[in-house]
């Protein structure tokens, strides 16, 4: 564990939201924020240089598909992923646990690891806590994820608890691998909250992740397939048992207004598919909701996807427009929509941190949330 | 037909090679020149920032497909292909006429024009010479193309000289409908040499276009599927019976040393669907040949795809990098290569235009089309 990454510069009155600066190897990143999903070595169908412009501030890698393809010794060789993939701010790599839960086959899970043929080519394989350890450090992440163990939904609370009980034993070994190693220029590593459905289990996992000490620590288990309640529940059931002083990280959520409700539970952090997978749908994000702009109703209409919003898309391109190219299905619809997407998420949560250090966060939320009107597809 | 809106600058002694400018409504382009194919509105792949920064001068639209999605009534209500695409400089839309034959259903040539079922949803549909003009003035072209009638390749001289006396009957029609259009603001209009393989009928075409007069001159059929000395032969047997004084386009080719063999036989203007088509699939045009960049001999190679090159591709992104894009089916690695191969195309045009313009187009030409390997697929 390396001297507190994190400074925490302002709080909700009203709330647990709170803005921050989380110091990484490659700089300072403000807290909360979102993270553009980089899965390949690539947010899908977005270039290095269009997410510079969009603010973002540090982007994820994959662990798993890294591993896989092209492999993460042939990504150092190349000079580490940052280099290969032409990115310069912060990478956080998540440390494969998740995917080869949900993607690999043939897995067997025993103390040492996970066993498992990847999906690609069926190539046998075990990731361990180590092995994580060395793929992330190989691929040259700034924040490091501890491997751990993904159980599915639902999950009974004595099949979570044995899973809890190995991801604590494996957090405990990422953290020792990194004890071992030179400390010069070492990236932060972060421990991840399990525990499913289950209250008790959310508290014990943080209160065990916090004693073995992290650099920041994140909620995993979420956004499974269990109902929005479950989801806010996991994490209030952990945030008050996490390190206060430390980062908080929601993995792989949300919708827009999920993510203002966890900033308002105590997270600092979050990543998310939905901005440039709906947009791949043609798909958009707005302050009232998701727009499908195949929808016959935009056929002729000459108004951006979002009046007033500074994105490339909305600059340059109408809705009419941007119908015909996902109609047609042409390549610069998707690319359009996912810029406007990324743009809206990494404005959408900028926002909030700036209420926060304003003081009216509690305004924006009620404003925000109140306006957006969830569309169950 | 308008006052002549091209300007001969300079010819090439030892070939046929000229530089010059064609005056659009939209402005000067300088030629020889190289046109990236937007055919249904867009350029696939690439925005038109990036085509600004590609240095493209004017690019196509596709009268057959945006007449069949979106339609050009509501592409006109919404302000012209120019406005509804983000594009604001010259376009040239072909007639129609080539798609028709290519991908239309059910055809059925009359004195009238093509009565067909559209490719997407069947819908019955004539496009005749007016039609094509009207169409092509709604979308707001800035370079409009005649109605021809595209025959195979093979085709008898039999069939070649009736299908030719068709075509330019309806190219005396095009002509007549511009003559009753208002003159101001209007776009140039050229008409389109046919004549199958047969040297006799290539002349009579071009003899006849001539003396209907149009603002510039294309030499269609070509690039159908005869080989490259039939295509070459084409132009020849064309090029001088067309009005010395006008600008001369050989549609829908070809590779970079036909282009240049082109030039060298007094074209002046190219649009070419390979530049973006084969970077969808992962090859790069090089001054050497074609690189497939899937093949395992680049995992590992840190270079560009061209040493020195200056576009966006190649000024961050090594053959790797690449390599892994396209193996993994990520669209940055076909949006990365189409900018590269429409680079490639745009300033190989370009460097052939400087070479005419400083006496060494010759030089230029053995060493360009000496170096290039052409691979055979």
Redesign the interface.
Known sequence: MSPNPFTLLATDPASKARAGLLQTRRGVVETPLFMPVGT???V??????ELHELGAQIILGNTYHLHV??GEK?IA???GLHK???WDRPILTDSGGFQVFSLAKLRRITEEGVHFQNHLDGTPTMIGPERSMEIQRDLGSDIVMAFDECPPHPCSHEDASRSLDLTLRWAARCQAWWEMQPTHNRPLVFGIVQGSSHADLRERSARALGEIGFDGYAVGGVSVGEPEPEMMAAIENAEPFLPADRSRYAMGLGTPPQMIEMIARGIDMFDCVLPTRLARNGTAFTPTGTMALKNAGF??D?GPIEEGCAC?ACR???R??L???I??E???????VSLHNLHFYINLVRTARRAILDGNFSDFRRDFVGRYVVRTP
Do not use: N
């Open positions: 390949q070595g690539t899908k169908a977005v270039s290095p240089l393809r092209p042939l060789r190349q000079g290969f993939s032409g056929a002729e000459s490339y340059g391109f109408s009419a427009y119908r015909h190219l109609k047609a042409e390549i610069l619809g998707l690319r359009l």
